[in-house]
């Protein structure tokens, strides 16, 4: 295992390495005490840390309301967008504001922070910035409102609650009454009733009745409000004592509402039905499930910040099982969980946790293959306790354990081992040189081994390190969704070397004794590998005898990389930022015309989620009609709370876990699209099919935006790009913010004919607003219930529906006159005004869509070489780079193109993940010349680096050309982790080559006598690597991370151990390192 007949020079000191292992090897009993704690303190941290399915993103997002009451849009646009966002924009850490103005005007600006940002702080100088200015609430303009978008407030476990015995009505204050019992569970920061309806009370009034009263609107909107009026007072002297006084004038029900006077002889009920209920409209939220769809109530519970989601989830599952068993009100309801965030959490923490341990095991049996029982046995516990330590400081750290995490781990447990491996080999080799030789306590020659290899270790371990550091720099939400790996590899692999030179020197001084003999197996891998040394060192000796044969050979290797570079041009290697993940749920969208009614949306919808259901694969469904849906991470940068119109529904489709279908989640995404348009062809366009992104969240997979000031040229941009789009393959379910023509009727006041009459215009716009909809007049207090609940003043519904006859519509003139509102209002239509959309304060229209079975990026190429080519309709392409791009047309009229989604992260993040490898290797570069103290020795080893991406591209054309696997984002991660097992390598081969010069050794012997001694090790080293990385080769996402790792180790193995002696000798015929080496025998395993 020396790799030669090494002589270790006698009274050779112990370094400071050596020293600090010598205490822990000579004091005992503090180093149980250290392993015990370490154990304990790992095992604490693991159970006690949080657990979630992906890391935390930490992106503070607003939503700036406000109302201005009749505006135009490009009034609202003109007179408040601006303004609101030139303050908003001031804010520190502001990144992007998005607006909606809707005719009317209601304005909500969406208010992006920078990734990272702290959400109290930008929460508290968001609002002081708008308190600050509140001049904008001037004339009409209301006060705005904030409220925030927190991922934290997302559910964990959504419950729905069925009843074939109970209304709607009923089974939601069931519900209400579980909530509050649920809200008490520890964990749980938030609960919340969706569905259903809450009890209001509604006077619909009778036109015909309230005109023979001459009674006026305004009458019986005065009695409703002074109906539930109540005033606690401090009450009335009557001395010595004061007597509480308590003023009440509720109503408590609707007999008693009916009851209230309203003008001489006239009651409530004598002009209107009082009853409780929902005045005719209102959404829906249904659950599916084989055949049926029913009336669903939903519970949905959050954590609070900080907390274990699958803790939470199963503590609130084990609540409600004991409540419903003990309350036999709830025994009436159905509960069924649809959604539990933390037992996706716990089954996908549990896998990568079985698939570490299997790493470890691997790991474990190949250290058996090439060491003695008991230095496996030494090596395998420094890899649980590196682990454990390492849970201990994410612990600390406040970090999560989360998939990524468990990714991190799996990647570095090659590295960790490779510093337990190295210690362990030398103090065996110390231990039986000792042996032999027969002098020098023990603990001496532990500490004199350690010293050996100690700045090789410090030296091995900052390589490794460096190269992961830069990866906290990318930017965007990728950032923290990547941040697990940059934290927990390098505190990996510092814990590693720590444990190196403490517990593995204690253990070794107690385990080994330098006659330990090899098992049967052993001695056959060691035969097998005796055979490989002799092999490898008889062909590049072959090679080396001749300047012309090492030649060709640095010629084809050159040939081979110039050719690798070739296959992603032209397409036999294709890029992807990440794969699809197989998840077990995902989103229907549903958008009817405007101006659909509910119950015609609800209609539809049942028919295409039947036709869902008709495949064995979906388990079930929840939709949302004309009411926001409960929305998931990913659902809140879509904007699905927004989505409350009568035309809209938000379907959340459920399938059978993964192992129990053999299609992937996209596959049946893909399928149930086609059979959906085969089954409902007029409604097929109506319908998107939105699945969740593996990593952060987008608006879209193929977005576009379309910003210019011309609203024409900006609409027929996206009308052309929209269409060029729709023939584009792979491009499906495609929107835009463009609208169809949808009329309107128009009553405009006559106030010529109204002051004529006597009629006040606020008693005229009152009775329109009727027939408009029910009108909110007051809080039912009267009803003490446990939800709000307004005293809605509405119309029968069969007065409200189209066509509505004015001359039936009375209003009643102060002095009682009865007139027709016919007579007082000229009626009309219009179009219906796009909501207008801005980008800061630009217009912009959006185009987005879906893409299957292609990767984004060649979508948008597609795309870009069309317009190139052809333009884009009238306007022909102008300029632009990969994030934007112009448009311009004969009259001088411009567009800017600004794509999004994944196109635009795809972008930042490989442009990211190059600037940290290019970084990475300056640093490294930088180490070694401090190191070495010259340029050679470190260019020598670079080299190595780019030629281990020859492996990663050639195997990934077989994984691409066969199996349809695309190199992704982690796949580069995979390549940024070579690059310091690479260097480590390197480092290896060239500091033995100048130990071997240093004892008088030629040259060229040196560098076959350096293939003979490193071969065994950087195998090992590589095996472990390679077989731990393989239990992740079956997840969808991270697949390539570990491919990459087996294709690019596998070839820079063969690079190490053959081309680059080649290389040395062709190209530094003399040593490139001279002088004593700091690092004597680095790595000797």
């Known amino acids: 295992m020396s790799g030669g007949a090494e002589q270790v020079p006698p009274g050779s000191g112990a370094s400071v390495l050596g020293a600090v292992s010598r205490f822990f090897a000579e004091r005992r009993p503090l180093s149980y005490l250290v392993l015990a704690g370490a154990l304990v303190g790992g095992l604490a941290a693991f159970a006690l840390t949080p657990k979630q399915y992906n890391p935390e993103i930490t992106r503070p997002a607003f939503v700036v309301a406000l109302d201005y009451p009749g505006a135009t849009t490009a009034g609202a646009t003109e007179r408040v967008v601006h303004e609101l966002v030139e303050k908003v924009q001031t804010v520190p850490g502001v990144d992007e504001v998005t607006t909606e103005v809707e005719d009317g005007a209601h304005i909500a600006a969406t208010v992006l922070f920078a990734v990272g940002w702290d959400p109290t702080a930008a929460k508290a100088d968001l609002r002081a910035q708008l308190e600050g200015h509140s001049y904008l609430a001037r004339g009409f303009i209301e006060e705005p409102t904030i409220t925030e978008i927190n991922p934290e407030t997302i559910p964990v476990l959504r419950i729905t609650a069925t009843s074939s015995r109970l209304a709607p009505e009923a089974v939601r204050a069931h519900v209400v009454d579980l909530a509050r019992r649920v809200a008490e569970v520890p964990g749980v920061s938030n609960t919340e009733v969706v569905g259903g309806w809450t009890p209001q009370l509604v006077v619909a009034v009778d036109p015909g009745r309230l005109a023979a009263a001459e009674v006026s609107i305004a009458e019986l909107r005065q009695a409703l409000v002074a109906s539930q009026h109540r005033q606690v007072t401090s009450g009335v002297s009557a001395d ?50 084989g055949t049926s769809s029913r009336e669903a109530v939903m519970l949905t519970v959050a954590k609070v910040e900080g907390a274990s989601a699958p803790a939470v989830s199963r503590a609130v599952a084990e609540h409600l099982t004991r409540v419903q068993a003990t309350d036999p009100a709830l025994s009436s309801l159905d509960l069924s969980i649809v959604g539990d965030t933390g037992a996706t959490a716990r089954e996908a923490i549990g896998g990568l946790t079985r698939a ?358 900006r609409t027929l941009a996206a009308r052309a790009f929209a269409a060029e789009a729709a023939a584009t393959p792979g491009v499906v379910d495609l929107d835009t913010t463009l609208t169809e023509p949808v009329g309107r009727v128009v009553y405009r006041i006559d106030h010529d004919a109204r002051a004529a009459l006597g009629v006040p215009a606020s008693a005229v716009a009152a009775s329109l607003a009727l027939i408009a909809g029910p009108v909110e007049v007051v809080e039912h207090l009267g009803a003490e219930a446990g939800e709000y609940t307004p005293l809605l003043l509405t119309l029968p519904t069969a007065a409200r529906d189209a066509p509505i006859d004015l001359a039936q519509q009375t209003v009643t003139a102060p002095d009682g006159t009865v007139v027709p509102l016919a007579a007082l209002v000229e009626r009309s239509h219009e179009r219906v005004p796009e909501t207008a959309v801005l980008t800061d304060v630009r217009r912009v229209t959006y185009v987005t869509a879906e893409v299957e079975e292609r990767p984004i990026i060649y979508v948008v190429l597609e795309l870009i070489w069309r317009m190139s080519r052809e333009g884009l309709g009238a306007m022909a392409l102008a300029g632009g780079g990969p994030f934007t791009l112009e448009l311009t047309d004969d009259e001088g009229r411009t567009v800017e193109l600004a794509w999004g989604g994944e196109w635009e992260m795809t972008l930042e993040n490989f442009r990211d993940l190059g600037i940290a490898m290019g970084v990475a290797l300056l640093l490294v570069f930088a180490i070694l010349v401090a190191k070495y103290n010259t340029y050679r020795a470190p260019a020598f080893i670079l080299i190595t680096v780019p030629v281990g991406l020859v492996g990663i591209l050639w195997g990934f054309l077989v994984l691409d050309q066969v199996f349809g696997v695309y190199l992704t984002a982690t796949a580069l991660i995979g390549f940024i982790a070579l690059i310091g097992i690479v260097v480590n390598n390197a480092i290896i081969y060239l500091e033995y080559v100048a130990d071997e010069e240093r004892r008088g050794v030629t040259y060229h012997e040196a560098l076959l006598n350096a293939g003979s001694a490193r071969l065994r090790p950087i195998l090992l080293t590589s095996l472990t690597t390679v077989l731990g990385s393989l239990t992740i080769a079956s997840d969808p996402v991270w697949s390539g991370l570990a491919w990459a790792i087996v294709f690019g180790l596998s070839f820079s193995t063969v690079l190490t151990l053959f081309i680059y002696p080649i290389l040395l000798a062709t190209f530094a015929p003399e040593a490139p390192v001279g002088g004593r080496s700091d690092t004597e025998r680095t790595h000797h395993h």
């Open 356 to 713: 570490l341990l299997t790493s470890v095991a691997i790991v474990s049996l190949v250290l058996m293959l090439f060491l003695s029982l008991r230095a496996a046995g030494v090596v395998f516990v420094a890899i649980p306790l590196t682990l454990l330590v390492v849970f201990g400081l994410g612990y600390l750290a406040g970090e999560t354990i989360n998939r990524i995490t468990l990714f991190a781990l799996i990647l570095s447990l090659g590295l960790l081992v490779d510093a337990a491996i190295v210690v362990t080999e030398n103090v065996h080799r110390w231990l039986e040189h000792a042996r032999d030789e027969g002098r020098g306590p023990r603990t001496d020659r532990v500490a004199r081994a350690v010293g050996e290899v100690g700045v090789g270790l410090i030296l091995s371990t900052l390589t490794s390190v460096i190269v992961f550091l830069p990866m906290n720099f990318i930017t965007g939400m990728m950032g923290p969704y990547m941040g697990p790996i940059s934290f927990f590899v390098p505190a990996a692999l510092l814990v590693a070397f720590v444990v190196s030179v403490t517990v593995i020197p204690f253990l070794a001084s107690l385990v080994l004794t330098g006659t330990e003999r090899p098992m049967a197996l052993q001695r056959m891998v060691g035969r097998g590998m005796t055979a490989l040394v002799r092999y490898h060192r008889t062909l590049l000796a072959w090679v080396l005898a001749r300047r012309q044969r090492a030649a060709r050979v640095l010629w084809g290797a050159l040939g081979l990389f110039l050719v690798s570079l070739v296959l992603p041009a032209a397409a036999l290697v294709h890029f992807q930022m990440l794969p699809k993940a197989d998840r077990d749920q995902f989103y229907l969208y549903l958008d009817a015309p405007r101006g659909t009614h509910v119950e015609e949306t609800r209609r539809v919808t049942e028919r295409i989620v039947a036709t869902l259901l008709d495949d064995p694969a979906v388990r079930s469904a929840q939709s949302s009609i004309g009411q926001a849906p409960v929305p998931d991470f990913t659902g809140l940068f879509r904007g699905v709370t927004s989505r409350t119109e009568p035309h809209q529904a938000t379907v959340r489709v459920n399938l059978t876990q993964a192992s129990a279908r053999s299609e992937s989640s996209s596959e049946l995404v893909r399928t149930l699209r086609a059979e959906v348009a085969a089954a409902h062809p007029r409604k097929a366009a109506w319908v998107r099919l939105v699945e969740e992104p593996p990593g952060p969240p987008v608006r879209a997979t193929l977005v576009a935006k379309f910003i210019g000031s011309d609203p024409d040229a």
């Open 240 to 289: 010595p004592y004061t007597i509480p006084l308590v003023i009440d004038g509720r109503a408590k029900d609707p007999s008693s509402v009916g009851m209230l006077p309203v003008a001489e002889g006239v009651r409530v009920r004598d002009v209107a039905r009082v009853s409780r209920g929902s005045a005719g409209q209102r959404g829906y939220l249904l659950t599916h499930q």
